[in-house]
């Protein structure tokens, strides 16, 4: 069938509007610069103009938003012109009913904060306009063990693994373990094979975490306190609760896990002034864990010497040294 422009501009409006919202921003401009019809669609549709809207800011639709898409362009326009012209709309004082503690995530529109016992966390919902009431939640961890850190993937998959340490017998040593449990119940996870993944024993009571989700990966950086001699850089697949990488490292060497992808991660290493590529083998094996001094481990399936590229950060000035490094 020959597909003429005249056979396409027959069509209904709908079915047009629905044919041209699975084409991007620069295609769009280009159509509208050829043919009047397809401009006046393009112009005149709430649903498209959102669409391009949203690529253009770099946003993701919330499926879960119940606002028709004529609001959401006028939001989602607020919005952008608030950032464009640093204008804040409203100033709202949340009051906060625990002693807080060092743990706190601000992601979606949820802020969290640790408590000082270390045995919950709290969160809220960030009000989008003066009049939303703000009420705080909590999860709580009731067994003896402190919360030392959180990772969250909320929205992909509610999830929040926290990262726990608990004291053995001796009480000398403690186990670093994480929590994987659903963010809207408090509950273990369903989709998680093991809801208690072991990471490992730490000298004393504490340790230092950095923590990051994406995808099936789950990023762990542990730095124990100044009696120890090697961190420890490790990566998981939470569902399936299987060690994929673990890379042992000189304390305050990593602080945090940054994801360029769900399968590249990038560490500022402090100690060498670099910032550190490792890549994570999607052919790794399933090692079901094993038992080890009455815990719970899961076996590395690999082990790297070195990081796949390491980058080097401009020299600094003599006489000055890098503690640490944050993304």
């Given at each position: 069938?020959?597909?003429?422009?005249?056979?396409l501009q027959n069509l209904p409006y709908e079915i047009i509007i629905q044919i041209l919202s699975y084409i991007d921003f620069?295609?769009?401009l280009a159509i509208s610069s050829v043919n009047i019809l397809l401009r006046s669609c393009l112009s005149h549709s709430q649903l498209l103009q959102y669409r391009f809207k949203s690529q253009l800011a770099s946003i993701q639709n919330n499926s879960f938003y119940t606002l028709d898409f004529s609001e959401r362009l006028k939001v989602l326009r607020n919005s952008e012109d608030s950032w464009a012209n640093l204008r804040i709309d409203f100033q709202k004082e949340l009051p906060i009913q625990h002693s807080p503690f060092g743990i706190y995530d601000l992601t979606g529109g949820i802020y969290l904060m640790g408590d000082e016992n270390q045995k919950a966390v709290h969160y809220c919902r960030l009000p989008s306009k003066e009049s939303d009431p703000v009420e705080w939640t909590k999860i709580s961890i009731d067994d003896g063990s402190s919360i030392v850190d959180v990772g969250l993937a909320i929205y992909e998959h509610d999830l929040i693994a926290v990262v726990t340490t608990t004291p053995l017998p001796?009480?000398?040593?403690?186990?670093?373990?994480i929590r994987l449990m659903e963010f809207s119940t408090g509950k273990p996870h369903p989709q998680a094979r093991h809801t208690n993944l072991f990471v490992r024993v730490v000298y004393g009571l504490s340790a230092s975490i950095g923590i990051e989700i994406v995808g099936d990966h789950l990023a762990l950086v542990t730095t124990p306190n100044s009696v120890e001699t090697v961190a420890r850089f490790c990566v998981f697949n939470w569902k399936t609760g299987v060690m994929i990488l673990d890379y042992p490292?000189?304390?305050?060497t990593y602080s945090s896990v940054i994801f360029l992808s769900?399968?590249?991660?990038?560490l500022p290493n402090a100690s060498t002034a670099t910032l550190d590529l490792f890549i994570i083998p999607l052919d790794h094996k399933a090692t079901p864990p094993t038992a080890s001094e009455g815990h719970k481990i899961n076996e590395a399936?690999?082990?790297p010497s070195s990081p796949e590229l390491r980058l080097a950060l401009p020299t600094i000035a003599t006489g000055h040294s890098i503690r640490a490094i944050y993304g």
């Amino acid at each position: 069938m020959d597909a003429s422009p005249s056979q396409l501009q027959n069509l209904p409006y709908e079915i047009i509007i629905q044919i041209l919202s699975y084409i991007d921003f620069l295609d769009a401009l280009a159509i509208s610069s050829v043919n009047i019809l397809l401009r006046s669609c393009l112009s005149h549709s709430q649903l498209l103009q959102y669409r391009f809207k949203s690529q253009l800011a770099s946003i993701q639709n919330n499926s879960f938003y119940t606002l028709d898409f004529s609001e959401r362009l006028k939001v989602l326009r607020n919005s952008e012109d608030s950032w464009a012209n640093l204008r804040i709309d409203f100033q709202k004082e949340l009051p906060i009913q625990h002693s807080p503690f060092g743990i706190y995530d601000l992601t979606g529109g949820i802020y969290l904060m640790g408590d000082e016992n270390q045995k919950a966390v709290h969160y809220c919902r960030l009000p989008s306009k003066e009049s939303d009431p703000v009420e705080w939640t909590k999860i709580s961890i009731d067994d003896g063990s402190s919360i030392v850190d959180v990772g969250l993937a909320i929205y992909e998959h509610d999830l929040i693994a926290v990262v726990t340490t608990t004291p053995l017998p001796t009480r000398i040593n403690a186990k670093v373990e994480i929590r994987l449990m659903e963010f809207s119940t408090g509950k273990p996870h369903p989709q998680a094979r093991h809801t208690n993944l072991f990471v490992r024993v730490v000298y004393g009571l504490s340790a230092s975490i950095g923590i990051e989700i994406v995808g099936d990966h789950l990023a762990l950086v542990t730095t124990p306190n100044s009696v120890e001699t090697v961190a420890r850089f490790c990566v998981f697949n939470w569902k399936t609760g299987v060690m994929i990488l673990d890379y042992p490292v000189l304390p305050n060497t990593y602080s945090s896990v940054i994801f360029l992808s769900p399968t590249h991660i990038l560490l500022p290493n402090a100690s060498t002034a670099t910032l550190d590529l490792f890549i994570i083998p999607l052919d790794h094996k399933a090692t079901p864990p094993t038992a080890s001094e009455g815990h719970k481990i899961n076996e590395a399936y690999i082990s790297p010497s070195s990081p796949e590229l390491r980058l080097a950060l401009p020299t600094i000035a003599t006489g000055h040294s890098i503690r640490a490094i944050y993304g």
